[in-house]
């Protein structure tokens, strides 16, 4: 849910749950309950479309940014604590490593979104 909270945080003045899967790459089925979730626990709220009185725009709350603060908090943490005996060649080697991880993963994405609208 972290990953929801970041990409509604991310999309300025809101977005639509559709847009939402479309970004995170999720069933709308998915996101819907994982919005819900998410509504429930006060930490996105919807409110309504200005420019489509039919849909709801999704935004995070004070108490989203919070969560996220503190989650950003404990993974600093974590990886301070996971890399502590790591050499900074170690160190960077590994975020180099994860760069191109990254970027190949958008690719084979990026190709399998095209190989489905080709169907």
């Known amino acids: 849910m972290v990953g929801m909270l970041l990409h509604i945080d991310q999309l300025a003045g809101g977005c639509h749950a559709q847009e939402l899967a479309q970004r995170t790459r ?50 600093g943490e974590v990886l301070d604590r996971a890399l502590a005996d790591w050499t900074p060649g170690e160190v960077e080697a590994l975020s180099v ?7 190949d993963i958008d690719v084979a994405l990026g190709n399998h979104d095209k190989l489905e609208a080709a169907r």
Request: hydrophobic share 40%.
């Open 26 to 75: 999720l069933d709308p089925s998915t996101v819907s309950r994982s919005v819900a979730a998410l509504v429930a626990h006060n930490l996105v709220q919807r409110r309504p479309d200005p420019t489509d009185k039919r849909a709801s725009l999704l935004a995070i709350t004070p108490a989203g940014r919070a969560a996220l603060a503190g989650t950003h908090s404990w993974y």
């Open 97 to 103: 490593a994860l760069d191109r991880f990254t970027r």
